[in-house]
């Protein structure tokens, strides 16, 4: 792909990174490499569309913390259910090997720049406001405790469609807000003598307003379309507050780079259609956008196909389409370079491009293909004379077994070139944690010569060298944690950036079972014709 930074011609403060739809496992694995290839190019922060309080667990693990577990930080530092995504789990890890020994001001840190709140619902501001009372060393927990109530006021989802359910401009909300404001003052007031932990205690202050906000916006008399419109704004106005801060904290460290879906990070405005009627709200990227002028930066992203989602490739006349024409390999273009074309059908699974996110972005980011274990079998049984034989009860496999993919070369069914499998073997090779929904991996019988370039030393020194490789790391090569022995080596859910070195791989495990077959074949001639004579 072409280097991001090369597409702009003022190096932005803020990089945004959109992807167009949630749940397709490339945009992060792809969010992941590009970030890494930033921090040697001077950036130094993420922010991703996540709770920013939660997001400070995360950032404590990533600081090499070692108080708080990657397990820990994968539950409590993401919000929205992000830490189940594999890539988000890599991402934390990568940035913790990065931070291990370097000095401060080259150090990475992780944000979260959502408020603590969905657009259907949000908590109340009581752990916050507790969190801040704890650090300010002040006891107002029975005042906060009674206004708040049962959480239960705060939680219910109909109030976000029903007005008159709402709590947010209750008598006791409106208390909240002026505790908040109050706390908010004290913190400054204090800042002298509690300097370190304030930036935390800042940000679990700020939540608190951000959560008691959204309630009195969801309060508000208004029709259910204008309501769902002003709640995304409230949104978006929370998480470009939330950017700004970040930008102002980071601003003497490096640019940052922020990852979330286009419509948050668009310069345009966000529209939606309800009820028959176009809505539109100012997104937290044209806020931001607004604000920083040429410092704020956005590539959109763009999909063509992604089996886990369910979305096929696109037709030839669309945007997405004409993107998939010219390279089948993920790729930046710069949104200048993008002739008009016709707009993808929305089905809200994925939001399509159209001219005016193109006209108001700096480049975009195509991928014609999310990867799952079907995408790679059918690049494997594309190879000449390749057979699959896929477990199951029919044929005798073990239950654990049922699904994964064997490929062969010839009737000999003792040794597989390749498999793709999508379950642990407990106590055997469960180190790849395939346990996780979606997960698989890919083995390949590389042979010794491969497999020592590759890793740097033969199959029978692995046992010597298996505590230095996380196996269940993406997108990297490593050694069979089962098999490494017999010169095979693996990777988990490859992203589409990684194909080719995947069929540079394939072609030779691909070879050598070609080999095998053939002098298979030459033995058995030759046993026929010795028994002939």
């Given at each position: 792909?072409?280097?991001?930074?090369?597409?702009?011609a003022v190096?932005?403060?803020?990089?945004?990174?959109?992807?167009p739809?949630?749940?397709?496992?490339?945009?992060?694995?792809?969010?992941?490499?590009?970030?890494?290839?930033?921090?040697?190019?001077?950036?130094?922060?993420?922010?991703?569309?996540?709770?920013?309080?939660?997001?400070?667990?995360?950032?404590?693990?990533?600081?090499?913390?070692?108080?708080?577990?990657?397990?820990?930080?994968?539950?409590?530092?993401?919000?929205?259910?992000?830490?189940?995504?594999?890539?988000?789990?890599?991402?934390?890890l990568?940035?913790?090997?990065?931070?291990?020994g370097?000095?401060?001001?080259e150090?990475?840190?992780?944000?979260?720049?959502?408020?603590?709140?969905?657009?259907?619902?949000?908590?109340?501001?009581?752990?916050?406001l507790?969190?801040?009372?704890?650090f300010?060393?002040?006891?107002?927990?029975?005042?906060?405790?009674?206004?708040?109530?049962?959480?239960?006021?705060?939680?219910d989802?109909?109030?976000?469609?029903?007005?008159?359910?709402?709590?947010?401009?209750?008598?006791?909300?409106?208390?909240?807000?002026?505790?908040?404001?109050?706390?908010?003052?004290?913190?400054?007031?204090?800042?002298?003598?509690?300097?370190?932990?304030?930036?935390?205690?800042?940000?679990?202050?700020?939540?608190?307003?951000?959560?008691?906000?959204y309630?009195?916006?969801?309060?508000?008399?208004?029709r259910?379309?204008?309501?769902?419109a002003?709640?995304?704004?409230?949104?978006?106005?929370?998480?470009a507050?939330?950017?700004?801060?970040?930008?102002?904290?980071?601003?003497?460290?490096?640019?940052?780079?922020?990852?979330?879906?286009?419509?948050?990070?668009?310069?345009?405005?966000?529209?939606?259609?309800m009820?028959?009627?176009?809505?539109?709200?100012?997104?937290?990227?044209?806020?931001?956008?607004?604000?920083?002028?040429?410092?704020y930066?956005?590539?959109?992203?763009?999909?063509?196909?992604?089996?886990?989602?369910?979305?096929?490739?696109?037709?030839?006349?669309?945007?997405?389409?004409?993107?998939?024409?010219?390279?089948?390999?993920?790729?930046?273009?710069?949104?200048a370079?993008?002739?008009?074309?016709?707009?993808?059908?929305?089905?809200?699974?994925?939001f399509?491009?159209?001219?005016?996110?193109?006209?108001?972005?700096?480049?975009?980011?195509?991928?014609?293909?999310?990867?799952?274990?079907?995408?790679?079998?059918?690049?494997?049984?594309?190879?000449?004379?390749?057979?699959?034989?896929?477990?199951?009860?029919?044929?005798?496999?073990?239950?654990?077994?049922?699904?994964?993919?064997?490929?062969?070369?010839?009737?000999?069914?003792?040794?597989?070139?390749?498999?793709?499998?999508?379950?642990?073997?407990?106590?055997?090779?469960d180190a790849?944690?395939l346990?996780?929904?979606?997960?698989?991996?890919?083995?390949?019988?590389?042979?010794?010569?491969?497999?020592?370039?590759?890793?740097?030393?033969?199959?029978?020194?692995?046992?010597?060298h298996?505590?230095?490789?996380?196996?269940?790391?993406l997108?990297?090569?490593?050694?069979?944690?089962?098999?490494?022995?017999y010169?095979?080596?693996?990777?988990?859910?490859?992203?589409?950036?990684?194909?080719?070195?995947?069929?540079?791989?394939l072609?030779?495990?691909?070879?050598?079972?070609?080999?095998?077959?053939?002098r298979?074949?030459?033995?058995?001639?030759?046993?026929?014709?010795?028994?002939?004579?």
């Open positions: 792909m072409i280097s991001l930074l090369d597409l702009f190096p932005p403060a803020l990089l945004a990174l959109g992807e739809t949630h749940g397709e496992s490339a945009f992060l694995q792809i969010r992941n490499e590009t970030f890494m290839s930033l921090a040697e190019q001077g950036y130094r922060s993420i922010a991703l569309e996540s709770d920013r309080a939660a997001a400070l667990i995360a950032n404590e693990f990533v600081q090499g913390d070692t108080a708080v577990t990657l397990d820990r930080a994968l539950a409590e530092g993401f919000s929205h259910g992000l830490g189940a995504a594999p890539a988000n789990r890599d991402l934390l990568r940035m913790r090997e990065w931070n291990a370097r000095p401060a001001a150090r990475l840190t992780f944000h979260g720049f959502d408020a603590p709140l969905e657009i259907e619902g949000a908590p109340s501001p009581r752990r916050y507790r969190w801040v009372c704890d300010l060393g002040l006891d107002r927990s029975a005042e906060i405790d009674g206004l708040v109530g049962d959480e239960a006021r705060w939680s989802t109909a109030a976000i469609w029903e007005p008159g359910r709402s709590i947010g401009r209750s008598t006791d909300a409106q208390r909240l807000r002026v505790i908040a404001d109050d706390l908010l003052t004290e913190l400054y007031l204090n800042a002298p003598r509690l300097a370190e932990g304030w930036p935390t205690a800042f940000v679990h202050a700020m939540s608190a307003v951000a959560v008691l906000r309630h009195a916006a969801a309060a508000a008399p208004l259910q379309e204008e309501r769902f002003r709640l995304a704004g409230v949104r978006d106005a929370l998480m507050e939330n950017l700004l801060a970040i930008r102002s904290a980071e601003a003497h460290r490096g640019p940052t780079l922020v990852f979330a879906h286009n419509t948050h990070l668009q310069r345009q405005s966000s529209t939606m259609t009820a028959g009627t176009d809505v539109s709200w100012a997104g937290a990227g044209a806020i931001v956008a607004s604000l920083l002028t040429d410092r930066a956005v590539v959109v992203g763009s999909l063509g196909a992604s089996p886990a989602l369910g979305i096929e490739a696109p037709a030839r006349s669309t945007y997405e389409g004409r993107l998939q024409q010219d390279t089948t390999l993920p790729r930046y273009v710069r949104a370079e993008i002739a008009a074309a016709e707009r993808r059908t929305h089905d809200y699974r994925y399509p491009l159209d001219q005016a996110t193109i006209d108001h972005a700096d480049a975009v980011l195509h991928i014609p293909t999310g990867v799952d274990a079907a995408v790679l079998a059918d690049r494997i049984l594309a190879l000449p004379g390749v057979e699959q034989v896929v477990a199951s009860e029919e044929n005798g496999s073990p239950e654990g077994a049922w699904g994964d993919r064997f490929f062969y070369v010839g009737p000999d069914r003792r040794q597989p070139f390749a498999t793709i499998v999508e379950h642990d073997v407990p106590g055997f090779d790849s944690q346990d996780r929904p979606g997960v698989f991996r890919l083995n390949l019988d590389l042979g010794r010569t491969e497999f020592e370039n590759l890793f740097g030393f033969p199959p029978k020194a692995f046992e010597d298996r505590h230095e490789f996380d196996f269940a790391r997108d990297t090569f490593v050694p069979h944690p089962g098999y490494a022995l010169g095979f080596g693996s990777i988990v859910m490859p992203g589409p950036h990684m194909l080719p070195e995947i069929d540079r791989l072609t030779i495990a691909h070879a050598r079972a070609v080999d095998r077959h053939e298979a074949a030459r033995r058995t001639a030759d046993q026929q014709n010795q028994d002939v004579l």
